[in-house]
DNA sequence: AAGGCACGCAACACCGTTTGTTACGTGAGC
DNA sequence: GCTCACGTAACAAACGGTGTTGCGTGCCTT
């Protein structure tokens, strides 16, 4: 949709992840594996594991892993997890009088967030597991 | 949605002329009244021309007008005449081979033009001259 | 206990996009 | 001929995303 790349990374990683749950990877392989740096990696896994997704651990033979079976996280929850909403999420925008501006902001927000509702319905409607993870 | 502002820009200064269809008015006007430069109102004002929605005229007692009746431009003319798809138009992606990354991709275009689809049409249901232009 | 490994986080450089500004050319009136 | 307003190009500034480095903190291995 707009400046992705982020959930790209999310939904392709988690992809790997649900062909084989029980195994670690470290933020070095994944970045390898994606073609990107490992702090980077970490940032976007950061926020599933703050979504509770993932979970990270740390020391020797620590890295990544997922915390919920594959076939319960969809393609809506990644989404959710890095919110990045359409509707430009709450900003405290322009003018408050002026009736046509406020009213047309009122109408376009409501399309969208309609819009949105409708992407994540349907994106809800494939787990992570329903892409086949090499 | 995403990197937005011409929108706005284009919404409010149509939704002024469909308050008054005749009036001509200078990019100069426009720009002020939108607190923004005439060159950047001409640059989202020319697309919206090429989109057959306005006519722009030069000279003396040049300037901008509605091209068509305000009841017949609907918000999704106007969103289709800057055409900042959601889907991030045509890209000639990455990886051709990747089974999963394909599969991947191939659902999340999927639900997005499906979105879009529907944006569209909800866009679709206002014109305007539903929004009191004072 | 010491060393190494991997994450957590902050700071910064880099880059592409968007927005704003200046400048100049063109056509339509006055 | 002069002015007005658009059309366009070129360039600067602002913004957001991405990549990189550096350092701190757990945890495991030895
Ligand atoms: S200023 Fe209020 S709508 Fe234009
Ligand atoms: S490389 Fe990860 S899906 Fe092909």
């Not at 900003?91 to 046509?100: F, H, I, K, Q, Y």
């Not at 902001?105 to 409708?118: A, I, M, N, S, Y």
């Amino acid at each position: 949709m707009k400046r992705n790349s982020r959930l790209s990374l999310a939904l392709h990683t988690l992809s790997h992840m649900a062909g084989d749950p029980s195994r670690m990877r470290t933020s070095a392989d994944i970045a390898e594996h994606a073609g990107t740096n490992p702090v980077v990696v970490r940032r976007v896994l950061g926020r599933l594991r703050k979504a509770g997704l993932l979970t990270s651990e740390k020391g020797h033979s620590g890295g990544w892993r997922l915390a919920q079976a594959p076939e319960d996280i969809t393609l809506a929850d990644v989404y959710l997890a890095l919110d990045e909403r359409l509707v430009t999420g709450g900003d405290s925008d322009e003018a408050p009088a002026c009736s046509v501006e406020k009213a047309l902001h009122k109408r376009v927000t409501g399309v969208l967030e309609d819009v949105e509702q409708r992407l994540i319905q349907r994106l809800s409607e494939t787990s992570i597991s329903e892409v086949r993870g090499n």
